[in-house]
C-alpha cells in the first residue's frame, strides 16, 4: 500500500468553491474542533501557477501563498476545475505535472480538472472522465485519450479522474480507501456526512428523477438491513421481502437508490466489511470470510485478489507496514 501525506492542490483561475471544498473537507487537519482524533493527519498545499490572489469561480478573492514550486514535494497531486481550465496549459504547468509524475507523485483531476491531465498527455492511450457536459469536447479537444462519459471517476494507479461536482469526494475518498485504507475513508467519510463509496462505474446522472440513498426511506432500511446481515447472505427475494414490496419493483427501486444491482452492490459491501475487519481486528480470514457472507476463506480470497490485487492475508500485511511507516 502506497501511502501518501503531502497532498497539493492546483488552483486554477476561477476555482471552483466545491472543488476547494472537496480537497479541505477530506484533507484538512484536525483543526481545532479535533474532529478526526486517531486518523492521518494529511500537509494539505493549496497553491496556483504563482503565489498571490486568485478569484474562484463566484469572484471570492483567495491568498494563495505557493507556486508550482509545491509539486516538487507532494506525494498527491489534486488538479482542481475552474472556469479558466481551457486557457490555463501553460508550458511551465503541464513541465511541473509531468515532473511530477514522472517521480511518483499520485495526480488526480475531477471536473474540467481532467482536462489538464490530459493536455499533460498523462491520459493518453487511457480511459478518462470528466463532468459529463465536456465530455464531448474533451474527446474531440483529445483523441488519444478515451473519455468514458459515464464513469463517476477512473483510477488507473498514478493517474486517475473523476467526474463532476460532488463526485469530486467520490475520488478522493477512492484515493483514500486505496492508500490508506477502508477504515479511514470510512471514518472521514461519516464526519463530512458522505456515502463513504460509489463504485466508479456508476453513471454519473440518471435520464428520470432517481431515489437516491436519502429519497427512498424503505430501500434506505434495506441497505442498512442488509450491510447488518451479509453473514445470513441475504437473497435478492429476501430483500425484497424486506422492503415489502415485489421483486420486479424493488428491482427497479434498487438500482435508482444505488446504481447497482443487488449482487453487485452486495459484493462491494462484503468486501469493504472484510477490508475494515482486516485493518482492525486479529480476526482469522476464514472468520471474517463467514463474517462478511462468504461460504469460506478461498470465495473471499478470489474475489479480494480481483477487487484490491492481493490476497486477503497480504493486504493486512501491507496494510500493517503502510501504517508504521507512518508513525
Do not use: K
Not at 492511450?125 to 465536456?134: F, P, S, V
Amino acid at each position: 500500500m502506497n501511502v501518501f501525506s503531502r497532498v497539493v492542490a492546483y488552483a486554477p483561475p476561477g476555482v471552483t468553491g466545491l472543488g476547494l471544498g472537496v480537497v479541505t473537507g477530506v484533507f484538512a487537519a484536525n483543526g481545532v474542533f479535533d474532529l478526526r482524533p486517531g486518523l492521518p493527519v494529511f500537509d494539505l498545499t493549496i497553491c496556483a501557477r504563482r503565489s498571490g490572489i486568485l478569484r474562484t469561480d463566484s469572484g471570492v478573492p483567495l491568498q494563495i501563498e505557493c507556486g508550482l514550486d509545491a509539486f516538487a514535494d507532494a506525494e498527491l497531486i489534486m488538479v482542481l476545475p475552474g472556469t479558466g481550465f481551457r486557457q490555463d496549459q501553460d508550458d511551465d504547468l503541464l513541465n511541473a505535472l509531468r515532473a511530477a509524475h514522472r517521480r511518483g507523485a499520485i495526480v488526480a483531476g475531477h471536473c474540467v480538472g481532467s482536462f489538464l491531465l490530459a493536455a499533460a498527455g498523462l491520459l493518453d492511450g487511457l480511459e478518462a472522465t470528466t463532468h459529463w457536459q465536456y465530455a464531448d469536447e474533451m474527446a474531440a479537444t483529445y483523441p488519444d485519450v478515451t473519455v468514458r462519459r459515464d464513469a463517476l471517476y477512473i483510477d488507473h494507479g498514478q493517474v486517475s479522474t473523476g467526474a463532476g461536482a460532488t463526485a469530486g469526494f467520490d475520488l478522493t475518498l477512492h484515493l483514500l480507501r486505496t492508500h490508506h485504507g477502508a477504515t479511514v475513508a470510512n471514518r472521514i467519510a461519516r464526519n463530512l456526512v458522505t456515502p463513504p463509496h460509489r463504485a466508479g462505474g456508476q453513471a454519473q446522472y440518471l435520464d428520470t428523477p432517481a431515489a437516491s440513498s436519502s429519497g427512498d426511506d424503505r430501500i434506505d432500511e434495506v441497505l442498512s438491513w442488509a450491510r447488518q446481515n451479509l453473514h445470513q447472505r441475504p437473497s435478492v427475494d429476501q430483500l425484497a421481502a424486506q422492503a415489502m414490496t415485489s421483486r420486479r419493483t424493488f428491482l427497479r427501486r434498487f438500482r435508482r437508490a444505488t446504481g447497482a444491482s443487488p449482487h453487485a452492490w452486495l459484493t462491494t459491501q462484503r468486501l469493504h466489511q472484510a477490508e475494515e475487519l482486516l485493518e482492525t481486528t486479529e480476526l482469522s480470514i476464514e472468520h471474517i470470510a463467514h463474517r462478511v457472507g462468504y461460504t469460506n476463506a478461498a470465495a473471499l480470497r478470489d474475489q479480494f485478489i480481483q477487487r484490491r490485487g492481493v490476497p486477503p492475508r497480504d493486504y493486512r500485511q501491507t496494510f500493517r507496514a503502510a501504517r508504521q511507516s507512518l508513525l
